[in-house]
């Protein structure tokens, strides 16, 4: 029945949208960064529009922020003062509510977790530590784990076989750690939050590395008033060789999350799937292997590169025998048609999904560890809109947001209308010339963005 209704809902939505063919074209960002780039993030860091980008590499550890100017090109910023060595994994995310999102980053051979206030003016405070006893600190992810409203953190630790969680004060004060799983012979190498069992709060999903198991646990935090969190009965998957990412999605469009995992060798290599058969902590899986040239995967992850309101599979490439980055359309929870992004033959570790020029369509950017490249690749994804109003052609940005999404090409009062992923209208507001939309209070999700009178549609992500 969701499936059917979906299919309805993107048919109303895209009866007037003509897809073009898609290519990528790469641009070079820094051919020369700090040695060994393995991770990236990018999100707003300065008072623009424009979408920037940090990255933090392993043998050199260097934490580099670009400037996004607008037009394409990126310029280096003055180094991040830090303290940490082995940057395995970055991140942005407003953590203390002031001056827009801040940096976070994990040193895995000193052990520390740490973050950088945004002072507001394109530079970072000094480092402020929130700890520094993750043994072999290593992975990254952020979200409102506890009954309060602010953004709290969540680590994996390799070495250890922990993965914690701190609290945030809503100041950038840490109280933890925290346990949500602790294995010393899993070593946890990615994790992801989201409410998967559709109680309202935060659940995780960890890959342990060289245990081989994507594991589940629930967060008691609703029905239970207090977080504590339970693993599920039933390990999502057990026989792989070393597990590289693991994420919530939502791969088969049917409106209930699934878990993504990428193994780089060994049993099982490869990109999978797996469905649930319930919301409960005793649910059972059932695996969907997904099909790639890419046969040594490093990360999966999913977004949508044409445009259709479906999202997309992402394959990155560990090894050097394949393109370094492939896009494939899912049909029938199967991988169906197989599109290039980077044809060159490099290791990536490290890539991040966005709207790096602003015009609509999401682009990628990637770090090639053994070259040490920062590149962009540019989404030349284009529409032949009908447009009755003879409106310019408009694009939105930025997108994902988290709060505000401008236009770009709006000249006349517009009333705007926004609709979840089912179709229910959350949001209506009449928009002037120059006059960003709200979308503050709006849940993290996918919405479709249509001007009243006119047939073009617009998706956008809210984090």
Request: charged share 15%.
């Amino acid at each position: 029945m969701k499936q059917t209704l979906l299919i309805l809902i993107l048919s109303f939505f895209l009866n007037s949208t003509l897809t073009a063919q898609i290519a990528f074209t790469k641009h070079t960002i820094n051919a020369s960064t700090g040695t060994g780039p393995y991770t990236i993030d990018s999100g707003l860091l300065d008072a623009d529009p424009f979408n920037d980008i940090v990255i933090g590499t392993e043998t050199g550890s260097t934490l580099e922020w670009y400037k996004n100017n607008g037009d394409g090109t990126f310029t280096i910023q003055t180094a991040i003062t830090h303290s940490l060595t082995t940057i395995y994994h970055v991140a942005i995310e407003d953590l203390d509510g002031i001056n827009g999102n801040d940096i976070i980053a994990a040193g895995y051979s000193n052990d520390k977790l740490v973050w950088f206030p945004n002072n507001g003016d394109g530079t970072f405070g000094a480092e402020q530590l929130i700890s520094n006893s993750i043994d072999g600190a290593i992975y990254i992810v952020t979200g409102t784990i506890d009954a309060g409203a602010t953004i709290d953190v969540a680590v994996a630790a390799y070495d250890s076989g922990n993965t914690v969680w701190f609290s945030n004060d809503g100041t950038g004060s840490f109280t933890g750690p925290n346990t949500i799983a602790a294995d010393g012979a899993t070593s946890p190498g990615s994790l992801d939050l989201a409410d998967f069992d559709g109680d309202g709060d935060l659940d995780a999903v960890i890959a342990n590395s060289v245990g081989g198991t994507v594991t589940v646990y629930d967060n008691r935090l609703i029905p239970d008033g207090s977080v504590s969190f339970n693993e599920y009965t039933n390990t999502v998957e057990t026989n792989n060789g070393f597990l590289f990412s693991v994420s919530f999605v939502d791969v088969n469009d049917d409106g209930v999350l699934d878990i993504l995992k990428s193994n780089t060798s060994g049993p099982n290599t490869g990109v999978a799937f797996y469905t649930k058969d319930s919301n409960g902590a005793s649910t059972t899986f059932t695996e969907h292997p997904l099909t790639s040239t890419i046969s040594r995967p490093s990360i999966a992850t999913m977004a949508d590169i044409d445009n259709n309101l479906v999202d997309d599979l992402i394959v990155v490439n560990a090894g050097t025998l394949e393109n370094a980055i492939l896009w494939h359309e899912i049909a029938a929870n199967a991988t169906s048609s197989e599109f290039n992004v980077d044809v060159d033959n490099r290791i990536v570790y490290g890539i991040t999904v966005n709207d790096f020029d602003n015009d609509g369509d999401l682009d990628i950017a990637s770090v090639e560890y053994q070259s040490n490249d920062l590149n962009w690749f540019e989404n030349n994804w284009d529409t032949l809109d009908i447009n009755e109003n003879n409106l310019n052609s408009i694009s939105i940005y930025p997108n994902p947001t988290k709060s505000k999404l401008n236009f770009k090409g709006l000249n006349k009062t517009v009333d705007v209308i926004v609709y979840d992923i089912l179709g229910k209208n959350v949001l209506n507001e009449s928009l002037d010339i120059n006059t960003s939309l709200d979308v503050s209070k709006l849940h993290s999700g996918i919405y479709i963005l249509k001007f009243k009178g006119i047939e073009s549609t617009y998706k956008f992500v809210k984090q």
